[in-house]
């Protein structure tokens, strides 16, 4: 067993049983397991298959490729409406996982399936998000943040264009551009390590904040 997964649900407060029980479940399934994005993540010749995580007023699995199971039993969840791949199942308590043990098995046996197919989601193009007038006004007054924007890869275009456009005042999105013009001018994604610490590289894993603490 993954030592790092270990040490994650020892220093649980809360869902410790839970979490156990889940992996448990999983690692009958023979995926892998390894440690991502401070989580436990199981994965099947290196692609991510579902992974544990812990809210405030739930714990769940989540399935990468979520959105093609056939979830016959209704119980998959769109984290978010801007999550196209991903989907959750959600616990509040030890006996409703331990219910739904064989249901939960099954859609694990049905996600390596789909991995082994080669089977792909179809995700929304770049130019299927809308680019908020702000961020065109940041372009007009500057060529070479228009460019640096424009090299970056299409999912870390996606995900800054989701950022900008989800507060509702004006104000507040071009305060979100303008923090982040020196991360896309040096090519940085929103969620990328700029500190050299993270050991998911280029995700952040939030190693940055030993150096808030030396600071």
């Not at 692609?47 to 959105?67: D, M, P, R, S, T």
């Not at 890869?153 to 923090?179: D, M």
Request: glycine residues 4%; aromatic residues 8%.
């Amino acid at each position: 067993m993954n030592k790092d997964v270990n040490r994650y649900l020892n220093t649980l407060k809360k869902w410790k049983p839970e979490l156990s029980k889940l992996r448990d479940i999983i690692s009958d399934s023979g995926l892998n397991e390894e440690f991502k994005w401070m989580h436990p993540c199981y994965t099947y010749n290196g692609k991510n298959i579902v992974l544990i995580h812990e809210f405030k007023n739930y714990c769940a699995i989540l399935f990468h490729k979520g959105v093609l199971l056939n979830d016959p039993a209704k119980l998959l969840v769109q984290q978010t409406k801007n999550v196209q791949s991903a989907r959750q199942i959600r616990f509040t308590d030890l006996p409703e996982i331990e219910e739904l043990e064989p249901t939960i098995k099954s859609y694990i046996n049905e996600a390596i399936q789909i991995e082994k197919s080669g089977k792909q989601v179809e995700k929304k193009s770049t130019s299927e998000y809308k680019t908020p007038k702000e961020l065109k006004q940041k372009f007009s007054e500057d060529l070479n943040f228009k460019k640096a924007f424009e090299n970056l890869t299409p999912g870390r275009q996606r995900g800054y264009l989701l950022y900008f456009n989800k507060p509702k005042q004006s104000k507040t999105k071009t305060s979100r551009i303008e923090k982040n013009i020196n991360r896309i001018m040096n090519g940085y994604g929103l969620n990328d390590c700029v500190c050299g610490l993270s050991k998911r590289k280029p995700n952040c894993d939030g190693s940055h904040k030993q150096l808030d603490k030396v600071l």
